[in-house]
């Protein structure tokens, strides 16, 4: 059993540019959700991709959007970085239905300078 | 949306002593409560989780209750070590299985 992955682990941009973010679900998961977490705070939900299709959203502009692949890879793709997109990107890999937790990927920690 | 208050932000106990965390949600609809653990430059780890139709689960040194009239929920942690040092984030779910929002976390400190 394979867990979640993310990649890149670390990433340096500049205000103005676009990034892509990308995450493998843990083997048997099928639903994929994109957290912020700035320095110091709980992990911000973003959104939640299941069949391909955006299944809820937290207080994100536009900007920030997604895909989800059919093998329930995902990737998180946001325009126009700000500095405050400063942060640890983290993915969680869940099954749809079941309430047991989010199994988390070590994150992407972007700067934006 | 659902909101998560969790505090303390910081908590320091000494090795040996209990320490607790508390989470208030606002969301009647959310029916799953899990706690993770996130140690510095780590993911966030599940350590133990309560549903709505249950009161109180324990796991070894770790418990977390949960009062859902009163809409909270608290984790126990008894005879702390120094390895229960990290930050702890409570979080609440509801039915629908797409919206998990976590507290702000309350980083614990065991001293030997």
């Known amino acids: 059993e394979t867990g979640v992955t993310q990649s890149p682990t670390h990433l340096i941009k500049t205000r103005g540019q676009q990034v892509t973010l990308r995450c493998s679900s843990q083997?048997?998961?099928?639903?994929v959700s994109w957290y912020q977490q700035a320095l110091g705070q709980g992990p911000q939900f973003i959104f939640q991709?299941?069949?391909?299709?955006?299944?809820g959203r937290g207080n994100f502009p536009p900007r920030f959007s997604g895909l989800q692949f059919p093998n329930y890879s995902s990737e998180l793709n946001v325009n126009a970085l700000e500095l405050d997109d400063s942060a640890l990107y983290l993915c969680?890999?869940?099954?749809?239905?079941?309430?047991?937790?989010?199994?988390f990927g070590s994150g992407t920690r972007l700067t934006v300078v | 949306g659902e909101n998560v208050e969790q505090h303390p932000s910081t908590l320091s106990v000494q090795e040996g002593d209990s320490a607790v965390i508390k989470c208030t949600y606002s969301?009647?609809?959310?029916?799953?409560f899990p706690w993770y653990k996130q140690e510095l430059g780590k993911r966030p780890q599940l350590i133990i989780d309560?549903?709505?139709?249950?009161g109180e689960k324990k796991d070894q040194r770790i418990a977390v209750t949960l009062n859902k009239t009163a809409k909270h929920f608290s984790l126990h942690i008894t005879e702390t070590q120094p390895e229960d040092s990290a930050v702890y984030f409570c979080?609440?779910?509801?039915?629908?299985?797409?919206?998990?929002?976590f507290g702000a976390g309350t980083r614990l400190t065991v001293k030997p």
């Open positions: 969680a890999s869940s099954l749809a239905g079941i309430h047991y937790g989010y199994t």
């Open positions: 083997s048997g998961h099928n639903t």
């Open positions: 991709y299941y069949r391909e299709e955006e299944n």
């Open positions: 969301d009647s609809a959310s029916n799953y």
């Open positions: 309560i549903r709505s139709n249950v």
């Open positions: 979080a609440a779910e509801p039915n629908n299985n797409n919206d998990m929002r």
